[in-house]
């Protein structure tokens, strides 16, 4: 598999199982970012390096994005990573938390997620 395209943009929804909120968010990815991960790349070039753009999405609303590069044989380093947006926040939405009571239960007797909500960050 060769270099894909780089995201302009990217949209989520979620359900935080901590907060019984949902959370959307749409973002635009930073102007430069094709230029970046372009100079990424030839930092950490294929075929050493694999390159993914990894998604952290948060219970409490937070969002992060990042390019990783990491490599499957001696490399000197094992995992890169470069910052595309270092975080920001999805807005609450609508939804039925219902639906994952019996999940959200679940998680809380194996110690996963607090016995009580937390409120969302304002």
Not at 1 to 26: K, N, V
Not at 43 to 68: F, Q
């Amino acid at each position: 598999m060769g270099p894909r395209a780089i995201p302009q943009t990217m949209s989520a929804r979620w359900f935080s199982h901590r907060t019984l909120t949902f959370y959307e968010i749409d973002l635009a990815f930073p102007e430069d970012t094709e230029k970046r991960v372009r100079a990424f790349y030839r930092d950490h070039p294929p075929p050493e390096y694999t390159h993914d753009l990894m998604v952290g999405i948060s219970g409490d609303g937070r969002v992060r994005v990042w390019w990783r590069a990491w490599c499957g044989r001696d490399c000197g380093e094992d995992h890169a990573y470069l910052p595309i947006i270092r975080e920001t926040v999805g807005r609450q939405v609508e939804g039925d938390p219902e639906q994952y009571r019996e999940s959200t239960e679940y998680h809380r007797e194996l110690g996963r997620i607090p016995p009580e909500p937390e409120p969302p960050p304002r």
